[in-house]
T-cell receptor, first 112, second 109 residues
Framework: ETGVTQSPTHLIKTRGQQVTLRCSSQ?????VSWYQQALGQGPQFIFQ???????GRGNFPPRFSGLQFPNYSSELNVNALELDDSALYLC???????????FGSGTQLSVL | AQRVTQPEKLLSVFKGAPVELKCNYS??????LFWYVQYSRQRLQLLLR??SRESIKGFTADLNKGETSFHLKKPFAQEEDSAMYYC???????????FGSGTRLQVQP
């Protein structure tokens, strides 16, 4: 059984650019949630996908968007990057939307 | 609005001492509460959930709705307990989890 994998592990972008982060769910999990963790803070909910549909969204602007694919892997896209988008982005999968989360190791995004 | 407060950024204790990591929450509905833990160089993982009323690695947490608290306790700390601990609040249906800012527990020998 493979765990949640995220790619890339680190990324450096400049302000105004666009970025795509990827996540492979743990085997058998149909739900993926994305969280943003700023330095010194707890993770903050961005959105969740359940069976390829958005199933809840946190207080993030529309330039944060996502996709979930038929194999339940997922992407997080961020357009028009801002300096404050610099953070660790965590992906978590679960058997169902209301089940225990299994986290990936995260993607560290730096926006210069 | 949902909110989780962990007042201590760092808690340092000696091995064998009791530990209490404080957590207070704000939520208008019926809360679901969890503790997640991140050990050094490991991923964030679930430690325990209030509905299970279980003890994991010697840790327990009791939901006190009157005081809106969910403190994590262990009677005798071990060095391997050193980690970052997050108190987490789940909303109805548990689609979104609200994390506290975390407390780093250091257990000294």
């Amino acid at each position: 059984e493979t765990g949640v994998t995220q790619s890339p592990t680190h990324l450096i972008k400049t302000r105004g650019q666009q970025v795509t982060l990827r996540c492979s769910s743990q085997s058998g999990h149909n739900t993926v949630s994305w969280y943003q963790q700023a330095l010194g803070q707890g993770p903050q909910f961005i959105f969740q996908y359940y069976r390829e549909e958005e199933n809840g969204r946190g207080n993030f602007p529309p330039r944060f968007s996502g996709l979930q694919f038929p194999n339940y892997s997922s992407e997080l896209n961020v357009n028009a990057l801002e300096l404050d988008d610099s953070a660790l982005y965590l992906c978590a999968s679960s058997l169902r939307y209301d089940e225990k989360l299994f986290f990936g190791s995260g993607t560290q995004l730096s926006v210069l | 609005a949902q909110r989780v407060t962990q007042p201590e950024k760092l808690l340092s204790v000696f091995k064998g001492a009791p530990v209490e990591l404080k957590c207070n929450y704000s939520y208008s509905g019926s809360p679901e509460l969890f503790w997640y833990v991140q050990y050094s160089r490991q991923r964030l993982q679930l430690l325990l959930r209030h509905i299970s009323r279980e003890s994991i690695k010697g840790f327990t947490a009791d939901l006190n709705k009157g005081e809106t608290s969910f403190h994590l306790k262990k009677p005798f700390a071990q060095e391997e307990d050193s980690a970052m601990y997050y108190c987490v609040l789940g909303n109805t249906g548990r689609r979104a989890l609200t994390f506290g800012s975390g407390t780093r527990l250091q257990v000294q020998p």
